[in-house]
C-alpha cells in the first residue's frame, strides 16, 4: 500500500515565472504573489499553488496546514559555485587567488583523502547550506574520490538536489592533490555511475582551472561531455590578472583563456564558468553563443581582490549569470549575503541590482542557467517542493525596518540587505522540513 505524505503551508507566496528585466518594478506576467497563498505538497512535489480562499474548499477532510501568515515563502535558494572542502578556511586573511591556493586551500583540501574527514564536513555544510535557504549548489569537492562519495551519499539521504564533482588536477599542485590523466577520468567515470541521475543528484566535471590541468586532461574531460550531454561542468574562468598571465604562458597556442576551454571542448549549454571578472565582450558573446553561465561571486570577488564583476555587459551579450557564494573565498554561505554583495558591486559599477532581479536570479534565474527549471526554481504544480519560508521580522532591527513597508518590492530589499540566516525560518527540501530556525 502507497502511503501519501501531503500537507498545505499557509502563507505570503512569491515566485517568478520569467526574467523581470532590469526596472524597479518587474516586467509584466514576470512575478506571481499571492498575499495569502496556500502551498499544497505531495509526495515530495508541489500538487497546487492558488489563493487559500480559492483552493480551501478543495482540500480533503484532515489535510495537515501549516500556517505561516506573516511569513514569505520563495523557491529554494541555489548556489552555482561554492566548495565544500573549503568551509573550515571561510574568512582566512589576507591573500589574493594565487597565494590563497597556495596558502590556505591545497593544505586544507589534502584532508579529504579521509573518508572520515569528508564524511563529517558534508554533513557539517549541508546543515549550514539549509540553515540559509539553500536547497540546490553545484559543488566542487576535493581530488579525491571519496570526497564525491562522501558529499554525494549525505546529499542522497537528505532528498537534495545536488550538482557535484570531483576535482581535476594534474599538475601545479601538491603530489598529494594532484591526479593523473587517465587516473583522475577513470575515477570521474566510476564516480558518474555511482551517482549522476541517482535519486536528484547530477554529477558535474570539474577541472579546476586551466593552470593546474593538462591540455591531454582538459581534452579528456571533453570526451566525456560529448559523449554524455546530461553531465554539467564547472570550472573558473578569468578571476584575477595574475591567472590570465599564466595561463597565456601555460597555453600559448590559445589565443585567450577562454580558448583554451573552447579547443577541449568544454564549453556548452551545461558549462558554469566561475567568476569571469576579466573578459571582453568578444569572449562574452562566445559564451553566450554555446549557452554557458558565468557564477557571479560578489563577495569572493571582494574578499580576494579579484576585482568589480561587470552584470549589465553579459546580459547586453545574451549570456547567462548566476549568482554563487563561492565559499571559502566567499565569505557568507547566505543567498541573501550574496544578493547584498552583488548589490553594493552594482552600486560601485553604477548598476545596482533590484530585488526583482535578485531574488529572480537565486531561484528561477539559478534554475534556467543549470538546466533545473524542469525541476525547481519555482513554486508551481509538478515541480520538487523546495522553498524557504522567511521571517520579515526575524530580528528587532528587521521587524522595524520592514513593518515601515508599503510595498513588497521595499520589503524584498530589506531581505535582501539585512537578511541573514536568522532570517530562514524555514527550508523545505524535497517536500521535507530539513531546517527549523530555533527559537
Given at each position: ?318 549570456l547567462a549569470i548566476t549568482y554563487a557564494s563561492d565559499v571559502g573565498g566567499g565569505t557568507d554561505l547566505s543567498g541573501l549575503a550574496t544578493l547584498k554583495a552583488a548589490y553594493q558591486v552594482g552600486q560601485l559599477r553604477g548598476q545596482p541590482l533590484t530585488a526583482w532581479q535578485g531574488f529572480f536570479g537565486l531561484t528561477l534565474g539559478n534554475a534556467r ?71
Amino acid at each position: 500500500m502507497t502511503t501519501t505524505h501531503s500537507r498545505l503551508l499557509r502563507a505570503e507566496l512569491l515566485s517568478f515565472d520569467t526574467d523581470p528585466g532590469e526596472g524597479d518594478s518587474p516586467a509584466a506576467g514576470s512575478v506571481r504573489h499571492l498575499e495569502d497563498g496556500a502551498l499544497w505538497i505531495e509526495d515530495g512535489c508541489i500538487r497546487a499553488v492558488d489563493d487559500y480562499a480559492r483552493l480551501a474548499p478543495e482540500l480533503p477532510e484532515g489535510l495537515e496546514v501549516i500556517d505561516h501568515r506573516g511569513k514569505l515563502i520563495l523557491p529554494g535558494f541555489i548556489d552555482s559555485h561554492v566548495h565544500y572542502v573549503q568551509l573550515e578556511i571561510i574568512a582566512s586573511y589576507g591573500r589574493q587567488l594565487l597565494d590563497w591556493l597556495n596558502d590556505y586551500t591545497f593544505p586544507e583540501e589534502q584532508q579529504f583523502s579521509s573518508r572520515e574527514h569528508a564524511e563529517a564536513l558534508s554533513e557539517a555544510f549541508l546543515d549550514e547550506l539549509l540553515r540559509v535557504g539553500t536547497t540546490t549548489a553545484q559543488v566542487f569537492c576535493s581530488s579525491h574520490p571519496v570526497s564525491v562519495d562522501a558529499f554525494f551519499a549525505a546529499s542522497h539521504r537528505r532528498g537534495l538536489c545536488m550538482l557535484a564533482g570531483k576535482v581535476l588536477m594534474d599538475r601545479h599542485a601538491p603530489a598529494a592533490l594532484c591526479d593523473d590523466t587517465e587516473g583522475g577520468i577513470r575515477d570521474t567515470e566510476r564516480l558518474i555511475g555511482d551517482w549522476h541521475g541517482k535519486g536528484r543528484l547530477g554529477y558535474s566535471l570539474t577541472p579546476r582551472f586551466a593552470p593546474t590541468s593538462t591540455r591531454a586532461q582538459l581534452d579528456a574531460a571533453g570526451a566525456l561531455m560529448r559523449n554524455d550531454a546530461s553531465l554539467w561542468l564547472q570550472t573558473h574562468l578569468a578571476e584575477n590578472t595574475g591567472e590570465l598571465d599564466w595561463v597565456a604562458e601555460l597555453f600559448p597556442g590559445s589565443r585567450d583563456y577562454l580558448e583554451v576551454y573552447e579547443q577541449s571542448g568544454l564549453v556548452g549549454p551545461r558549462s558554469t564558468f566561475a567568476h569571469g571578472i576579466h573578459l571582453d565582450q568578444e569572449m562574452r558573446g562566445r559564451l553566450a553563443e554555446r549557452g554557458a553561465n558565468l557564477a557571479f561571486c560578489p563577495s569572493s570577488n571582494m574578499f580576494l581582490g579579484s576585482g568589480l564583476f561587470d552584470r549589465q555587459a553579459p546580459r547586453e551579450k545574451g549570456l547567462a549569470i548566476t549568482y554563487a557564494s563561492d565559499v571559502g573565498g566567499g565569505t557568507d554561505l547566505s543567498g541573501l549575503a550574496t544578493l547584498k554583495a552583488a548589490y553594493q558591486v552594482g552600486q560601485l559599477r553604477g548598476q545596482p541590482l533590484t530585488a526583482w532581479q535578485g531574488f529572480f536570479g537565486l531561484t528561477l534565474g539559478n534554475a534556467r542557467a543549470l538546466s533545473l527549471d524542469d525541476r525547481i526554481g519555482r513554486l508551481a504544480p509538478g515541480l520538487d517542493a523546495d522553498f524557504v519560508v522567511l521571517d520579515p521580522a526575524a530580528t528587532p532591527l528587521l521587524a522595524r525596518r520592514t513593518a515601515r513597508c508599503r510595498s513588497l518590492a521595499e520589503t524584498l530589499f530589506a531581505l535582501m540587505m539585512m537578511g541573514d540566516d536568522r532570517t530562514v525560518l524555514e527550508t523545505w527540501a524535497g517536500g521535507r522540513r530539513q531546517h527549523r530556525r530555533e527559537p
